[in-house]
């Protein structure tokens, strides 16, 4: 054990004593905060200019009422001008395009046959407002040549509000679930990039050793199994202090940006959605700020916890055991490409099936399945635990997780002993079936 406490203590100093370290550590949060406020500002930026679409109606369906103006569009009528005229305009003016409505005996035929001619690819956003209006419209006018009252219609809207209780009696709702959501989806990208960041740094911390023949040195005292682990432990600490650091800095820069100039977090997120979405946003959203710090607060936070932490660690020991084993089987970083996708593709697949199938089923077969195979049930366990897993599921989980760990290091390490000391040769899977079953 004081060999092994050594050597993580030689991989821990090494690794945070490390020049790039020490810089990515402070620069990435002002780096990733910097662009976020660069890609909001831009966004808002191009949001605020104002698209100038002109509109020939042939039809005399459509009028102003139907095209108001919003914050970024402006409409105007050249139905008088004609088409051609119309286009010429815009054309040669500062306008965005020309939407044309022509004159047709059939409802569902003109539907069809509307055409907008712009300079460059209109936006989709722009598209889609202008294809809401008149569906809106031609749907009206069916109705009306229905002889459909539409204030009838209008007085027949009623929006259900389905309460959620489970057989226990406690309620749920939308807000709890998108948390819940919000939460696992969270916790699944954090281990992804843990494992990807950090596995390959142990694989690369091998290969160093190996290429500078350091290794021979240090397992004439040191068994090969202390020195994989030593290295698996010592940059997982190295790599949980980075992201304990990050996670303050970018609270802290987070607030200082927020209070200099004026944008919070949620202002970027927004930024993404249109202004007339984000208007009918914040009126639903508006005074919900506290309820969902209420909603957070009870969801199962120590169990979410510790759980996280076990899966954390053991989804990291698991996979860092095969990248350290690829690493030592390998001379250089180029010859691990053929290695690195069998590692890869069930983490891969974890995240795939976490977003596609956990969210909206997270207690269906497959979400289940994946919860309990070793390679994926970190990040899939971990997106279904917000949403409540039976005890005797977790327990199952983090069995078979523990009992694949012990199996994955005993087999990595028998790779480990052998290809640390194997130079020259590129190798090849029949090579590692060899030093599987050295027993030497």
Same mark, same amino acid.
């Given at each position: 054990? $004081? /060999?092994?406490?050594?050597?993580?203590?030689?991989?821990?100093? @090494? %690794?945070?004593?490390?020049?790039?370290?020490?810089?990515?550590?402070?620069?990435?949060?002002?780096?990733?905060?910097? !662009?976020?406020?660069?890609?909001?500002?831009?966004?808002? /930026?191009?949001?605020?200019?104002?698209?100038?679409?002109?509109?020939?109606?042939?039809?005399?369906?459509?009028?102003?009422?139907?095209?108001?103006?919003?914050?970024?569009?402006?409409?105007?009528?050249?139905?008088?001008?004609?088409?051609?005229?119309?286009?010429?305009?815009?054309?040669?003016?500062?306008?965005?395009?020309?939407?044309?409505?022509?004159?047709?005996?059939? #409802?569902?035929?003109?539907?069809?046959?509307?055409?907008?001619?712009? $300079?460059?690819?209109?936006?989709?956003?722009?598209?889609?407002?202008?294809?809401? $209006?008149?569906?809106? %419209?031609?749907?009206?006018?069916?109705?009306?040549?229905?002889?459909?009252?539409?204030?009838?219609?209008?007085?027949?809207?009623?929006?259900?509000?389905? /309460?959620?209780?489970?057989?226990?009696?406690?309620?749920?709702?939308?807000?709890?679930?998108?948390?819940?959501?919000?939460?696992?989806?969270?916790?699944? +990208?954090?281990?992804?990039?843990?494992?990807?960041?950090?596995?390959?740094?142990?694989?690369?911390?091998?290969?160093?050793?190996?290429? =500078?023949?350091?290794?021979?040195?240090?397992?004439?005292?040191?068994?090969?199994?202390?020195?994989?682990?030593?290295?698996?432990?010592?940059?997982?600490?190295?790599?949980?202090?980075?992201?304990?650091?990050?996670?303050?800095?970018?609270?802290? &820069?987070?607030?200082?940006?927020?209070?200099?100039?004026?944008?919070?977090? !949620?202002?970027?997120?927004?930024?993404?959605?249109?202004?007339?979405? !984000?208007?009918? !946003?914040?009126?639903?959203?508006?005074?919900?700020?506290?309820?969902?710090?209420?909603?957070?607060?009870?969801?199962?936070?120590?169990?979410?916890?510790?759980?996280?932490?076990?899966? &954390?660690?053991?989804?990291?020991?698991?996979?860092?055991?095969?990248?350290?084993?690829?690493?030592? @089987?390998?001379?250089?970083?180029?010859?691990?490409?053929?290695?690195?996708?069998?590692?890869?593709?069930?983490?891969?697949? @974890?995240? +795939?099936?976490?977003?596609?199938?956990?969210?909206?089923?997270?207690?269906?077969?497959? =979400?289940?399945? &994946?919860? +309990?195979?070793?390679?994926?049930?970190?990040?899939?366990?971990?997106?279904?635990?917000?949403?409540?897993?039976?005890?005797?599921? *977790?327990?199952? =989980?983090?069995?078979?997780?523990?009992?694949?760990?012990?199996?994955?290091?005993?087999?990595? @390490?028998?790779?480990?002993? *052998?290809?640390?000391?194997?130079?020259?040769? $590129?190798?090849?899977?029949?090579? #590692?079936?060899?030093?599987?079953? +050295?027993?030497?």
């Amino acid at each position: 054990m $004081k /060999k092994l406490r050594l050597i993580i203590e030689r991989e821990f100093i @090494a %690794k945070v004593r490390n020049k790039s370290f020490i810089i990515m550590t402070f620069l990435s949060p002002i780096i990733m905060i910097g !662009m976020g406020f660069l890609v909001f500002f831009l966004m808002k /930026k191009n949001d605020e200019k104002v698209k100038n679409i002109v509109f020939v109606d042939e039809s005399g369906i459509f009028n102003e009422d139907v095209f108001e103006d919003t914050k970024t569009i402006k409409y105007q009528d050249f139905t008088k001008l004609g088409l051609e005229e119309s286009k010429n305009k815009v054309k040669n003016g500062d306008f965005y395009g020309v939407l044309y409505i022509p004159k047709q005996d059939s #409802l569902e035929v003109l539907a069809r046959t509307i055409e907008f001619y712009s $300079k460059d690819s209109p936006s989709m956003t722009v598209m889609g407002t202008l294809e809401a $209006k008149i569906d809106k %419209k031609i749907r009206n006018e069916k109705l009306t040549r229905f002889g459909i009252d539409l204030s009838h219609i209008k007085e027949s809207r009623i929006s259900s509000d389905i /309460k959620m209780y489970d057989f226990s009696g406690e309620k749920s709702s939308k807000l709890k679930n998108g948390l819940k959501i919000g939460v696992g989806a969270i916790a699944g +990208y954090l281990l992804m990039m843990f494992v990807m960041i950090y596995g390959t740094s142990v694989m690369r911390s091998v290969i160093e050793e190996k290429t =500078s023949r350091i290794i021979e040195v240090i397992v004439s005292s040191v068994k090969p199994f202390q020195l994989m682990m030593g290295k698996i432990i010592g940059n997982a600490s190295a790599g949980l202090l980075q992201f304990l650091i990050w996670g303050i800095l970018f609270l802290v &820069f987070s607030a200082i940006a927020s209070a200099v100039f004026g944008i919070s977090v !949620m202002d970027m997120q927004s930024a993404k959605i249109s202004p007339e979405q !984000m208007e009918a !946003m914040q009126q639903a959203t508006t005074g919900k700020g506290e309820m969902i710090l209420q909603e957070f607060f009870k969801l199962p936070l120590l169990k979410l916890f510790l759980l996280f932490i076990f899966y &954390f660690l053991g989804g990291y020991m698991l996979y860092s055991s095969l990248f350290a084993a690829v690493g030592a @089987a390998v001379d250089n970083e180029t010859d691990t490409q053929q290695f690195m996708m069998p590692i890869m593709l069930p983490l891969i697949l @974890a995240v +795939y099936v976490g977003f596609a199938t956990v969210v909206n089923d997270p207690h269906g077969p497959i =979400s289940v399945i &994946f919860s +309990y195979i070793p390679f994926t049930s970190p990040i899939v366990m971990l997106m279904r635990v917000p949403f409540g897993v039976a005890w005797w599921e *977790v327990v199952i =989980s983090m069995v078979l997780l523990v009992a694949t760990f012990l199996l994955i290091v005993w087999v990595a @390490a028998k790779i480990y002993r *052998v290809g640390i000391l194997s130079y020259g040769k $590129k190798p090849t899977y029949k090579d #590692l079936w060899k030093w599987l079953r +050295y027993s030497g």
